[in-house]
């Protein structure tokens, strides 16, 4: 009797462990914005943004720029977005040493800006900041003398 009282013991266990990591929240979701369309989110709901001065597996922004836009990091990226995929995200280490998350290869940011949820004020600025759009998001190439450049773009 014991050892059938012990197998439901272990049986409850491992049931409520399951249902706890499958109700985890996704780190990144897609969410969508009247004027400004989809685009990535933390588990908060904060803003992701991405900068046209990157190149892809690597972060222009230095000093200065990581006050107003600090990197985004997560050991391991969940989403459960259709709209992305687990080989979207990647990590890089950036030359201060510390780990930023990529987006198909584009750091990710957030904007100090924005306060609460759903803020998306570092959107266009200076030409050069854009929330990342995952529908719209891709790696294009850059001609230049002699050689190619990758480039990201949105739509």
Not at 82 to 87: F, G, M, Q
Request: hydrophobic residues 35%.
């Amino acid at each position: 009797m014991k050892k059938i009282s012990l197998l439901f013991v272990i049986a409850g266990m491992l049931l409520v462990n399951v249902m706890t990591s499958l109700a985890t929240a996704p780190d990144v979701s897609v969410v969508h914005k009247e004027g400004i369309g989809d685009y990535l989110v933390d588990a908060k709901g904060m803003t992701l943004y991405w900068s046209k001065l990157d190149a892809p597996g690597g972060s222009a922004c230095k000093g200065q720029c990581l006050i107003q836009w600090p990197p985004f990091y997560k050991e391991a990226v969940l989403s459960s977005s259709p709209l992305i995929n687990a080989t979207d995200f990647g990590t890089i280490i950036r030359t201060d040493g510390k780990k930023q998350n990529t987006f198909r290869g584009y750091p990710l940011y957030y904007y100090t800006m924005d306060k609460k949820s759903g803020d998306t004020n570092g959107q266009n600025l200076n030409k050069v900041w854009s929330v990342m759009d995952p529908g719209h998001f891709r790696v294009i190439e850059e001609e230049h003398t002699g050689y190619s450049v990758p480039k990201g773009t949105s739509k």
